[in-house]
């Protein structure tokens, strides 16, 4: 299960949304998040369905890689539609289960959570795998380099939300390593109820805790190595200019933003 986590990872190509600015893409995902929590139905997931499709296509990236996504969160999935089926109210009952009742608009709300969850993670997934960490770590600082004017550190967040974001497959394939080292030594990570379960990845936090911090000072070293010290003064080896297939990127998301508000307000 921990190697299907695609969060963090970059899958090199040379596609449209590859050569799409890191910035452009920093927005479309913003907007197309502002898509999903616009959609009041789930009928109308077909809209950034559709826009799923098209980005999924265009990058080259196979289905596989976005079920990967999906299935690390089949339990937080699972929780959600059933919290929501049982426990949302609604005046057309279906099932009575005692004190639990399924409703039509209990269901409608589970299934309609539980896609947000879905399109969400699938969605994102798409920027990370598309773009690397130094493309992605330069679009937020130039994002938010209209804040330096209020001495924000826009390179130092930017920077420490890129090596963050980079750590996650690499403390997963960790994770890997020192669960593979423990089942050859007897430990049992697969059987019993989740709460043994729970309790056996305990021993894992140690050596984990460890690695990662000897990780984290091997990085500092190598930074300080080659005289890092901040964004002040830096210099880029390629700087980013926006193209025209930018701002054709730009309106298909807009346009699927202003579809899915008028979906939700004008339409039953």
């Known amino acids: 299960m921990l190697r299907d986590i695609t969060l963090g990872q970059y899958m090199p190509g040379n596609s449209a949304v590859h050569r799409l600015d890191p910035r452009m893409k920093i927005i479309l995902t913003i907007l197309y998040i502002a898509v999903i929590f616009c ?3 789930p009928v109308w997931y077909v809209i950034p369905l559709g826009y799923v499709v098209l980005a999924v296509r265009v990058a080259g990236l196979q289905t596989r890689h976005m079920l990967k996504a999906i299935k690390p969160l089949r339990f937080l999935l699972i929780l959600t539609f059933l919290l929501n089926l049982f426990f949302s109210t609604g005046t ?3 099932l009575q289960l005692g004190i639990l009742k399924i409703t039509r608009e209990g269901f409608l709300t589970a299934l309609h959570f539980s896609m947000r969850l879905v399109f969400l993670v699938v969605g994102t997934s798409v920027l990370t795998l598309t773009t690397s960490p130094v493309a ?7 994002l938010l380099k209209p804040l330096k004017v209020i001495h924000f550190p826009a390179h130092e967040l930017a920077m420490m939300m ?6 996650i497959p690499t403390l997963i394939e960790e994770t890997d390593k020192i669960m593979k080292a423990q089942m050859a030594r007897g430990a049992d990570f697969e059987s019993g109820n989740l709460l043994s379960r729970a309790k056996a990845m305990i021993p894992l936090l140690v ?3 460890v690695s990662a911090f000897r990780r984290a000072g091997e990085l500092a070293m190598a930074m300080e190595a080659r005289c890092y010290h901040g964004g002040e003064g830096r210099t880029r080896l390629r700087v980013l200019r926006s193209t ?5 990127a730009l309106l298909i998301p807009a346009a699927t933003l202003l579809l899915t508000i008028g ?4 339409l039953p």
């Open 39 to 41: 959609v009041k139905s």
């Open 92 to 94: 057309t009952v279906w």
């Open 136 to 142: 992605l770590s330069d679009g937020i600082e130039m």
């Open 162 to 167: 890129t090596i963050a974001l980079r750590f």
């Open 207 to 209: 050596p984990l805790f």
């Open 244 to 248: 025209k297939l930018d701002g054709y």
């Open 263 to 266: 979906a939700g307000y004008l």
